[in-house]
T-cell receptor, first 111, second 114 residues
Framework: RKEVEQDPGPFNVPEGATVAFNCTYS??????FFWYRQDCRKEPKLLMS???SGNEDGRFTAQLNRASQYISLLIRDSKLSDSATYLC????????????FGRGTQLTVWP | DGGITQSPKYLFRKEGQNVTLSCEQN?????MYWYRQDPGQGLRLIYY???????QKGDIAEGYSVSREKKESFPLTVTSAQKNPTAFYLC?????????????FGPGTRLTVL
């Protein structure tokens, strides 16, 4: 079983739409959680960390359910510039913990 | 500007040749990492290093070697023993302390074996 599972999509949505991505992780020892964004043929960049109480950054909301080992990302009012691949990432351990990446969910926002 | 640089951006190699990918960071990070990304797959860890002159194998270390002689530098050698080396290689670095310490990535090197 993979460490991190994501629906690969693709998700194709119109501008202004709300879209949600889901992710599950297999190891209950995972301690930290992230969403990274990767544009086509570029390096991944941190979008946001995901905290136990859930957190919001502008149009982006991340949720964590440790009991179900489930992470979500909600994007409201989608913009064309949101088109990218979104990577779900979990970290095991507190200091030099390993990062485990999902395959990514591809999002295309059309005008 | 602080960041991570990788060179070259594109690299072509003949079968049987070893090649070395460069990774340099000026973020004063202790930890550095090498990942490989193939189409439709997540990033897979090749090697990582916490301190100078020390490194550990990741999930797919076979056919690769690394060195960490300086804090700023973590070059990766793709040897002829790597059966399928064509991929996108990403170097990253991070602070050691803290659960939510971000990994910063370089722009990557695309390696193609001819």
């Amino acid at each position: 079983r993979k460490e991190v599972e994501q629906d690969p999509g693709p998700f194709n949505v119109p501008e202004g739409a709300t879209v949600a991505f889901n992710c599950t992780y297999s190891n209950s020892a995972s301690q930290s959680f992230f969403w990274y964004r990767q544009d086509c043929r570029k390096e991944p960049k941190l979008l946001m960390s995901v905290y136990s109480s859930g957190n919001e950054d502008g149009r982006f909301t991340a949720q964590l359910n440790r009991a179900s080992q489930y992470i979500s990302l909600l994007i409201r009012d989608s913009k064309l510039s949101d088109s990218a691949t979104y990577l779900c990432v979990v970290k095991r351990g507190s200091t030099l913990g390993r990062l485990y990446f999902g395959r990514g969910t591809q999002l295309t926002v059309w005008p | 500007d602080g960041g991570i640089t990788q060179s070259p951006k594109y690299l072509f190699r003949k079968e049987g040749q070893n090649v070395t990918l460069s990774c340099e960071q000026n973020l004063n990070h202790d930890a550095m990492y090498w990942y490989r990304q193939d189409p439709g797959q997540g990033l897979r860890l090749i090697y990582y290093s916490q301190i100078v002159n020390d490194f550990q194998k990741g999930d797919i270390a076979e056919g690769y070697s690394v060195s960490r002689e300086k804090k700023e530098s973590f070059p990766l050698t793709v040897t002829s023993a790597q059966k399928n080396p064509t991929a996108f290689y990403l170097c990253a670095s991070s602070r050691l302390a803290g659960s939510y310490n971000e990994q910063f990535f370089g722009p990557g090197t695309r390696l193609t074996v001819l």
